[in-house]
């Protein structure tokens, strides 16, 4: 089992930037892909961004990209995302999940979650 915590979700103003963290726990080991997703009221979860595990490749959802950075930590256990240039349209609660293997986009290919964090934008 993994157990992923993320933190650092808040309110901002559009424009601005925050960076969410999750700290990975368990049985983590070399291999895991580590994923972003994302979930506003009244809609589907929907997939952020990706990370392998050496990070070399990253995937993102073009929603996000140009605004969005994933990187990731191994010595810590912990995969970051920086969101910059913030749209209200952001607004949702941030997932983090983890997988083995290559990266995938979907939300039935991830085996473990994390609670959500919140993330609003205000206009």
């Known amino acids: 089992q993994v157990q992923l915590v993320e933190s650092g979700g808040g309110l901002v103003q559009a424009g601005g930037s925050l960076r969410l963290s999750c700290a990975a726990s368990?049985?983590?080991?070399?291999?895991?892909?580590m994923g972003w997703f994302r979930q506003a009221p009244g809609k589907e979860r929907e997939f952020v961004a990706a990370i392998s595990w050496s990070g070399l490749s990253t995937e993102y959802a073009d929603s996000v990209k140009g605004r969005f950075t994933i990187s990731r930590d191994n010595a810590k256990n912990t995969v970051f995302l920086q969101m910059d240039s913030l749209k209200p349209e952001d607004t949702a609660v941030y997932y983090c999940?983890?997988?083995?293997?290559?990266?995938?986009?979907?939300?039935?290919?991830?085996?473990?979650w994390g609670q959500g964090t919140q993330v609003t934008v205000s206009s």
């Open positions: 368990g049985r983590t080991s070399s291999g895991y892909v």
């Open positions: 999940a983890a997988k083995y293997s290559k990266i995938l986009r979907r939300v039935d290919d991830y085996d473990y």
